[in-house]
């Protein structure tokens, strides 16, 4: 069993930051990569960034150069800081993660957050 916890969304106004946070909890052996994809109104669900345990990072096109993704292994937590936003960045935000769980025998198995709305509006 794992659970995420999401927090750090809100409303901004355009040129702002925001930073979220997500953190794991359960019967973790060890987590694997972690994420955030985020889904707009009438859009679908799109990857925002990732991070593997060893720390090496990928972002969607629309967020390069302007938000930075973490992670704290230590308290299985990622993060993400989000700069320069803009309307368009408007949508909730989920966090992900892949999870060894104690006694699965090495089974990855991948849970949800349960999403946190960034607004960014004037």
């Known amino acids: 069993q794992v659970h995420l916890v999401e927090s750090g969304g809100g409303l901004v106004q355009p040129g702002g930051s925001l930073r979220l946070s997500c953190t794991a909890s359960?019967?973790?052996?060890?987590?694997?990569?972690m994420g955030w994809q985020r889904q707009a109104p009438g859009k679908r669900r799109e990857l925002v960034a990732s991070i593997t345990s060893g720390g090496s990072s990928n972002y969607g096109d629309s967020v390069k150069g302007r938000f930075t993704i973490s992670r704290d292994n230590a308290k299985n937590t990622v993060y993400l800081q989000m700069n320069s936003l803009k309307p368009e960045d408007t949508a909730v935000y989920y966090c992900n993660a892949e999870a060894v769980l104690l006694g699965s025998s090495g089974r990855v198995y991948t849970a949800w957050g349960q999403g946190t709305q960034v607004t960014v509006s004037s």
């Open positions: 359960g019967n973790i052996f060890s987590v694997n990569d």
